[in-house]
C-alpha cells in the first residue's frame, strides 16, 4: 500500500466516522446550504473545544431560531484531537479551538478559509473545594507545606497557562498530580482530594455546587485566546461563515460571558 | 490397540475446514493490524533518541514495578478467594461470585472514584487510615497498585476458579482421607494441581495491571517517577507529539509482549 493509498483509507475512515457523528444529532439531513444563493440552511457541523460545551450548546440553539431551516450538530472534544481529525479529513464547517496552537494546526494544514478570529477569552481561577479548608486566597498559599495541589499538565492548554501564571508571580511549586485535562483536575478538587487546583474561570462557574473559584492576579498574564474559523472543505458554503459571524455577535458573546468567558 | 489410535489420528484431523480458518484468520488480522499500523508509523530515524529519553525509561520501569507487585497483591488475596468460591458451599455465593467481576464491567474511571470515595483521604477508610497513620494512598505508588489491582484482580481470580472447577477432586479428597487438613491440602495438593491455571491467572493479571489507564489516573493521579505509568505517558505524548506515543507504546507492547512470551515458555507448558 502506498502512502498516499494508507493516508486515503485513513481519511476514508475518519470521514466516515465523522459523518456517524453529525448524523445522530441531525435525525434526517436536509441538504447542505446552498452554494450559490448565499441562503443559510442545512446541517453545520461545528467541533468545538470540550469547554465550549454548555455555551455553544445554547449558541447553536439560538443560531437555528435565527435562521429557520438550519441544524447545528457539534463534535465536542479536546482541541488536539479535533484538529488531529480535521486534518485527516472529517467533514466539519467550522472549527473553535480552546488554544492557539491547535488552530495553528489546522491553519499549517491549509484547512482553514481565511483567518481564526479570537472570540472568547478564558483566565485561570484557583479552584478550591467548598469552605476553602485550605485556606487559600492567593497563588503564594498553594506553596505552604500540607497543602496539595493539582495542576494540568504542560502539554495541555490549562498546563501551558497555569505555567505561565505560576512564572509571572515566582510562585514555584510541587503538585501531587499533573492531570491530563482541566476536568481532571477540578474532580480532585470536587472530591476533595486536593486543596487547589489552577482551572479555567468557566469550569469553576459550571461546578459552583462543589467548588469555590478564587481570582488571582497573576491570571492576566495567562490568558487562553479561543479562535474560530470557517473549515475550507466546509461542506456547508453558506452555514459555515454564518456560525462563525453568529458566535462574533453580541447575542452569543452574552451567552459566552455568562459562562465566565472574558469579554474582547 | 494404540498403533490403530495413531494411524487414525491424522485421518480424523483431516484437513481445517474454511468454516473455521476463515474467522479465524480474520480475526488474528483484527487483533495484529493496529499492531502493523504503529510498527509503519514508528519514526524510526529519530528512534533511539526518544527511546533514551529519560522520561519514558521512568515510567516504563515504574510501569513494570507497580504491575508486579499488584499481580503479587493479587495472588495473595485472589487465590484464597478463588479456592473459597470454587470449594465451599456458603450462602450468597452467587452474588459474591457477580461481585468479583463488577471491576470488569466497571468503567475504569468509574472504579478510580469508587476508590478515591473509600481510600481517598475524605473517604470511608482513607479518612481513618489519615487521621490515625498519617497515611494516604491517592497520588503515591501504592496508588498505583491499588488502583491496578482492582481492576486486574478479577482476571486471576476468574482464571483460578475456573481452574479449581476443572481440576480432580478425588486428589485432595484422598489427602484428606490420609490424614491432611484443608490447608495441608491447599498447598500440597490442590496448589501443584492447578499451578497452569494459575500461571495463566497471573500472566493475565500483569498484563491487565501494566495497560490500567483510568482508575491508575483518577486514583493515584499523573506525576513523573511516582505516579506515572506508560499509559499515562502515552496519553499525554498524544496530545503534543503523535510520534513519541507511538514510541512509547511500541515500547510498552515490546517489553509486555517479550515478558509474556518467556514466562509462558517457562510456566505453561504444551504447544
Known amino acids: 500500500m502506498s502512502a498516499r493509498a494508507r493516508r486515503t483509507a485513513l481519511a476514508a475512515l475518519v470521514a466516515l466516522a465523522g459523518l456517524a457523528v453529525a448524523g445522530c444529532g441531525g435525525g434526517d439531513d436536509p441538504a447542505p446550504g446552498g452554494s450559490g444563493d448565499g441562503r443559510v440552511n442545512g446541517t453545520v457541523t461545528v467541533f468545538a473545544a470540550a469547554s465550549l460545551t454548555e455555551s455553544f450548546t445554547r449558541i447553536g440553539r439560538d443560531f437555528e431560531a435565527a435562521y429557520p431551516g438550519s441544524t447545528v450538530t457539534f463534535n ?16 466539519a464547517d467550522v472549527f473553535a479551538s480552546a488554544a492557539a496552537r491547535n488552530m495553528t494546526t489546522v491553519t499549517e494544514a491549509g484547512d482553514a478559509d481565511g483567518t481564526p478570529a479570537t472570540f ?3 483566565q485561570l481561577v484557583i479552584a478550591v473545594p467548598r469552605g476553602n479548608p485550605a485556606g487559600v486566597t492567593g497563588l503564594a498559599d498553594l506553596t505552604r507545606p500540607g497543602v496539595k495541589v493539582a495542576l494540568c499538565a504542560d502539554q495541555v492548554p490549562c498546563g501551558t497557562a497555569a505555567r505561565s501564571a505560576l512564572d509571572a508571580a515566582g510562585v514555584a511549586l510541587t503538585p501531587v498530580t499533573l492531570e491530563q485535562d482541566v476536568k481532571g483536575a477540578l474532580a480532585k478538587v470536587k472530591l476533595g482530594e486536593v486543596d487547589a487546583s489552577l482551572v479555567y474561570r468557566t469550569d469553576a462557574r459550571a461546578a459552583t455546587a462543589d467548588v469555590t473559584g478564587v481570582e488571582f492576579p ?20 453558506a452555514g459555515a461563515p454564518a456560525f462563525v459571524a453568529y458566535v462574533r455577535s453580541a447575542p452569543a458573546q452574552a451567552v459566552l460571558a455568562e459562562a465566565g468567558f472574558q469579554g474582547l | 490397540m494404540s498403533r ?5 489420528a491424522p485421518r480424523r484431523r483431516g484437513r481445517v475446514p474454511a468454516a473455521l480458518l476463515i474467522p479465524a484468520g480474520m480475526g488474528l488480522l483484527f487483533l495484529v493490524l493496529p499492531l502493523a499500523g504503529l510498527v509503519v508509523r514508528a519514526p524510526w530515524t529519530t528512534l533511539p533518541q526518544r527511546l533514551t529519553e529519560p522520561g519514558a525509561l521512568t515510567a516504563l520501569r515504574l510501569s513494570v514495578q507497580t504491575a508486579t507487585l499488584a499481580t503479587v497483591l493479587c495472588l495473595l488475596l485472589g487465590v484464597p478467594l478463588a479456592w473459597l468460591l470454587a470449594r465451599v458451599e456458603f450462602p450468597g455465593r452467587r452474588l459474591v461470585r457477580a461481585l468479583v467481576t463488577v471491576p470488569l464491567v466497571l468503567p475504569p474511571v468509574v472504579g478510580g472514584v469508587a476508590l478515591l470515595l473509600v481510600f481517598g483521604r475524605r473517604g470511608l477508610i482513607g479518612g481513618w ?3 490515625t497513620f498519617g497515611v494516604t494512598l491517592p497520588f503515591t505508588t501504592a496508588g498505583v497498585v491499588l488502583a491496578e489491582s482492582f481492576v486486574a484482580m478479577p482476571f486471576l481470580v476468574i482464571a483460578v476458579e475456573g481452574a479449581l472447577r476443572a481440576a480432580d477432586h478425588r ?26 491455571g494459575l500461571a495463566a491467572g497471573a500472566v493475565l493479571c500483569w498484563a491487565r495491571a501494566l495497560g ?14 511516582r505516579t506515572q505509568t506508560m499509559p ?20 510498552l507492547l515490546t517489553v509486555s509482549v517479550g515478558i509474556l512470551a518467556a514466562l509462558r515458555d517457562r510456566w505453561i507448558t504444551g504447544p
Do not use: C, M
Not at chain 2, 490403530?4 to 487414525?8: Q, R
Not at chain 2, 486428589?171 to 492447578?194: D, I, S
Not at chain 2, 502515552?234 to 512509547?248: G, N, R
Open chain 1, 76 to 91: 465536542f472534544a479536546g482541541s488536539s484531537a479535533l484538529a488531529n481529525q480535521i486534518n485527516q479529513g472529517a467533514p
Open chain 1, 120 to 122: 472568547a477569552r478564558n
Open chain 1, 218 to 237: 497573576e491570571s492576566a498574564r495567562a490568558v487562553n485566546d479561543y479562535p474560530i474559523v470557517a473549515l475550507k472543505d466546509a461542506p456547508n458554503r
Open chain 2, 4 to 8: 490403530v489410535l495413531d494411524a487414525a
Open chain 2, 129 to 131: 487510615l489519615d487521621a
Open chain 2, 171 to 196: 486428589y485432595e479428597e484422598a489427602a484428606a482421607t490420609l490424614g491432611a487438613g484443608r490447608w495441608t491440602t491447599f498447598t500440597h495438593v490442590t496448589l501443584p494441581l492447578v499451578a497452569p
Open chain 2, 212 to 225: 490500567e489507564f483510568g482508575a491508575t489516573i483518577t486514583f493515584a493521579g499523573n506525576y513523573p517517577g
Open chain 2, 232 to 251: 499515562l505517558a502515552v496519553y499525554l505524548a498524544l496530545e503534543t507529539d503523535l510520534e513519541s506515543a507511538i514510541v512509547l507504546s511500541l515500547v
